[in-house]
């Protein structure tokens, strides 16, 4: 273990801790239950990093929120959805117990109809699944020194988008940014969701602040659908919009024959 260990706190209260060792002892340490004294751990060989979170509530309140958004969008856009909730990501060949474990993490579509068959199967079935197939979004909701290297950790694990949620204790302001990952390539950021088609940073914070205020099930099913139903007419809007494409083609052609004859010329 290095002498390099850090302490910080994070803009929503949750309390970090950060230290350095080798591989090997990432490993060994991976044996040890850390989640019975701290609700977000990551345990990284590849980076020598092991970072022991502490959230505050209000970090656990703004989880929980993301998981139901994600849930109830997720069904709507892609027609299945499954939730990872404290789950280590790490790739295969890596240390079990090792690896990522962020706020919140997420399959839709297809990948999460192959979760859910996998979980039918057996739970080792699951966990081989989870090993073998990033989630196809990845939440984290408070963002700290501690989170460098993460974003190329989780491109090179094939996670497809991460959503970054910024807010601070004390204050009412949220603000979400989309990341496209690719392993080996920059992140991308996206004005809109290409795993939930259509969903916009401020329609995740806008349906942040429904889903809060809700008192019962049905209310916050309607503050998240309500969103999604909106995207999804403006979505038609458009394509309906739109005219064919070949007709300004067609058009352009037609005006650029008419203009090229001369008066009195013969129409061919």
């Known amino acids: 273990m290095t002498d390099s260990a850090t302490t910080h706190v994070g803009p929503l209260g949750s309390t970090i801790h950060v230290l350095r060792a080798d591989a090997g002892t990432v490993a060994e340490l991976a044996a040890i239950d850390w989640n019975r004294h701290f609700r977000r751990v990551c345990l990284d060989p590849v980076l020598g990093l092991i970072v022991l979170m502490a959230p505050s509530n209000l970090h656990e309140d703004l989880t929980d929120v993301f998981d139901r958004i994600v849930d109830i969008a997720g069904s709507a856009l892609t027609g299945a959805s499954k939730a990872l909730r404290h789950t280590r990501l790490r790739r295969p060949g890596e240390p079990p117990g090792t690896g990522m474990e962020p706020d919140a993490a997420y399959y839709v579509g297809e990948r999460a109809k192959g979760f859910r068959d996998a979980l039918v199967e057996s739970p080792a079935t699951a966990e081989a699944y989870v090993v073998g197939n990033a989630p196809d979004i990845v939440v984290e909701v408070e963002i700290t020194h501690a989170d460098e290297g993460k974003i190329g950790r989780y491109a090179d694990l094939g996670v497809r988008e991460l959503w970054r949620l910024h807010g601070r204790k004390g204050s009412k302001d949220l603000r979400a940014d989309f990341l496209a990952l690719a392993s080996g390539s920059p992140p991308r950021a996206l004005a809109a969701s290409e795993v939930l088609p259509g969903l916009t940073p401020d329609d995740v914070c ?36 739109d005219p064919p494409p070949y007709a300004p083609a067609s058009n352009a052609r037609a005006e650029t024959a008419t203009t090229a004859r001369a008066p009195g010329d013969p129409v061919s």
């Open 206 to 241: 806008e349906a942040v602040e429904g889903v809060r205020q809700s008192l019962t099930t049905a209310e916050r099913m309607d503050a998240v659908t309500r969103i999604v139903r909106r995207r999804q007419r403006a979505s038609v809007r458009v394509r309906e919009e």
